[in-house]
């Protein structure tokens, strides 16, 4: 029976160790503070700078350790002696600040809970003497630091080797910090944080982020009134919420997904000292993620690389006058782009590019020559053709202004491709910028054709450069005034057509080779008013009314419609809807009626509708034309675009007895 009863203690034994995991082996080191065990319970009485060693500090679901303190300002360490990482499934709460300390690591579980004053958690070791000093100054940060739970206080530090966040950290009126490097130490100035972070070794180029030490990881969310991430390798996927956010310490960030809300977002390089001595520390930022709202980006130091999307205004500044930058990609979906600083190389031996584009206004207070003469550019705004002109004497042979209606922000790219140039060449049609011959753009003359037995190969090309034959092959090919560096080896005539258009195919081969290579652009973007004909063409054109039932307006009303009140500048006409017979005869034609049904009304007349009465017709209520179709005029009922010029030209031009059929058609 003795046995039988041992075997009960035992197994209760292993089963109260598997459920419960309290911190184990704690006691008070400093501070005379106390603690008491409940159940699931663990309560600590915490003076002011109290310390406490814990042989292990792990917490269960369920389970819950509460930190009591005389106040919000008292300190309390917790270090942890375990040569595992600390896991905390359950809750951790306290009125004062907290620290937990363990080199081994510490992980918070999805289902944890930790609510603080403040929060500090080291992957790494801190001092008696500098807690005691208020000293934030932590060493031989070798561990992980992982969130995947809910972490609420004033102020949360994390430092370790590596830091990730894929649960939430709320800190709506502090400070959120995430530091990985070797050692760590932050003070407070006037009330805002400063990390410095100790050297790290550079991650080469192409490395797997989450592979490497010394690494910033966020696919949760965080909130905070100021948020810092250093570390050399830093990843954000999740969403960040802030007024200020502060990237630090940096060889490269990643950032295409996620979002980051906030008013400023500040970048620090590496310094212009430490790259002239390595090229390969220069940063590189990746910010391309089409949900960020960045008011102001500041940044300073040298960087091999900067991208960053927003989709509201914009301003970028600049705490050393230049940015020494050596290519650059900012877009704004929105609202306005400001540029208030110049740009300089880092390298002025290499290639370097700026694009800088938005949907709106960019506004650009740099020496735009200064930018010409150092950098391969694409500037993108609605204004580019009013402000940015003026400060070109002269146009530079490699630089071109061109309208840039067809092209939308995604279509952007330094080096444009065939596609983008072939709707450019149409929009276009006087420029040279496209031009092979140097007179007509893209386009294969057979008074242009050259025989390849004709040309002087002083410096043939390898078969590693010649194109594959699987490419589509050039016909007609003209001598671009910019000369690529390949000339194909053989020449066909197998095109689409003899005298037509290079192909976008082609022209990408062509552009892979050299083509256009040295091109610079000032592209005027699609004005408000345009972009929403644009949009109404894209949702089924000038019926969509109807549901692409009935032919109303042609596209071509963009030019009539006046951009400060969004009405017709002019009489409506005939032609202004698309129809060639007579300059005083309107007709809307059903899709489903043959031509005779459309040209003759039931009491066989035609509907001829004079330009007086149109004129007369302003009385014409709305509901009789556009409201009782139950559309958005001219929209598409899948996608609604509002348009008062709709409304106007319906109410204009409408006539009883085609209203009359219209009613007739959608009561069916």
Do not use: W
Not at 68 to 73: A, G, T, V
Not at 96 to 111: H, K, L, T, W
Not at 295 to 302: D, K, P, Y
Not at 504 to 528: C, K, M, P, R
């Amino acid at each position: 029976m003795n046995i039988i009863k041992q075997i009960v203690l035992l197994v209760c034994f292993i089963g109260s160790t598997l459920l419960f995991g309290l911190p184990e082996g704690t006691e008070s080191t400093l501070g005379g503070g106390s603690f008491e065990i409940s159940g699931k319970n663990m309560i600590i009485q915490a003076p002011d700078g109290s310390i406490f060693e814990h042989q292990k500090f792990n917490i269960s679901n369920g389970e819950t350790v509460n930190f009591i303190q005389p106040s919000e300002q008292s300190r309390v360490l917790n270090r942890i002696m375990d040569i595992n990482p600390s896991v905390i499934n359950g809750k951790v709460s306290a009125n004062g600040q907290v620290y937990i300390v363990n080199p081994a690591g510490i992980i918070f579980g999805e289902g944890s809970v930790v609510e603080a004053a403040k929060l500090h958690v080291v992957a790494g070791t801190l001092s008696n003497s500098d807690f005691a000093n208020g000293t934030d100054n932590f060493t031989s940060l070798d561990g992980e630091v992982k969130n995947s739970g809910s972490i609420s206080a004033n102020q949360v530090i994390f430092a370790g080797k590596t830091v990730s966040n894929a649960g939430t950290i709320d800190s709506t009126n502090g400070e959120i910090v995430m530091g990985a490097g070797n050692e760590m130490m932050i003070s407070s100035t006037d009330g805002f944080l400063s990390v410095s972070l100790s050297p790290e070794a550079v991650i080469p180029p192409g490395t797997a982020t989450d592979l490497i030490g010394h690494t910033i990881l966020n696919s949760g969310i965080i909130r905070s009134r100021e948020t810092q991430l250093h570390g050399s390798a830093i990843t954000h996927d999740g969403s960040i919420f802030s007024e200020k956010v502060k990237m630090g310490n940096f060889s490269q960030v990643n950032a295409d997904t996620g979002g980051i809300i906030t008013s400023e977002l500040s970048l620090s390089g590496s310094s212009a000292t430490e790259v002239a001595e390595n090229s390969a520390l220069a940063a590189r930022v990746n910010l391309n993620s089409i949900s960020n709202q960045i008011s102001t980006l500041t940044a300073h130091g040298a960087f091999e690389q900067i991208n960053i999307r927003s989709s509201i205004d914009t301003t970028i500044l600049n705490t050393s006058d230049p940015l020494s930058i050596q290519h650059s990609d900012v877009r704004v979906s929105g609202g306005d782009l400001n540029i208030k600083l110049n740009f300089s190389p880092v390298f002025t031996t290499q290639p370097s590019s700026i694009l800088l584009a938005t949907e709106e206004n960019l506004n650009i207070e740099t020496d735009i020559l200064n930018l010409a003469s150092n950098y391969q550019f694409l500037l993108f705004g609605k204004n580019v053709d009013d402000t940015l002109l003026s400060g070109f004497e002269s146009l530079p042979p490699n630089v071109f202004a061109l309208d840039g209606r067809s092209l939308e922000l995604n279509d952007l790219k330094i080096q444009l491709d065939g596609d983008s140039i072939q709707k450019l060449s149409s929009d276009n049609p006087n420029t040279s910028a496209f031009s092979i011959g140097g007179f007509e753009p893209l386009t294969i003359s057979s008074t242009s054709m050259i025989d390849d037995s004709s040309l002087d190969n002083t410096d043939p090309v390898t078969p590693s450069e010649a194109i594959p034959s699987t490419t589509p092959a050039f016909g007609s090919y003209l001598i671009p005034s910019a000369i690529p560096n390949y000339v194909p080896s053989s020449l066909s005539s197998n095109v689409i057509e003899e005298t037509g258009l290079l192909s976008s195919a082609q022209l990408d081969v062509a552009i892979e080779n050299g083509l256009f290579s040295n091109h610079s652009y000032l592209l005027t973007a699609i004005s408000t008013k345009d972009s929403q004909i644009k949009e109404i063409a894209n949702s089924g054109g000038s019926s969509s009314v109807l549901g692409g039932s009935y032919a109303l307006v042609e596209e071509s009303q963009a030019q009539s419609i006046d951009s400060a009140g969004g009405q017709f500048s002019k009489t409506p006409s005939v032609d202004d809807f698309g129809d060639s017979k007579s300059t005083t005869e309107v007709e809307i034609v059903e899709a489903s009626e043959s031509k005779e049904e459309s040209e003759e009304g039931e009491d066989g007349e035609t509907a001829n509708v004079s330009e007086d009465e149109i004129s007369g017709r302003d009385e014409l209520p709305v509901s009789a034309a556009s409201s009782d179709l139950g559309a958005v005029p001219f929209a598409p009922i899948s996608t609604p675009v509002l348009s008062p010029a709709a409304s106007t030209i319906l109410n204009k031009a409408l006539s009883p007895r085609i209203i009359g059929k219209l009613n007739n058609y959608i009561a069916r």
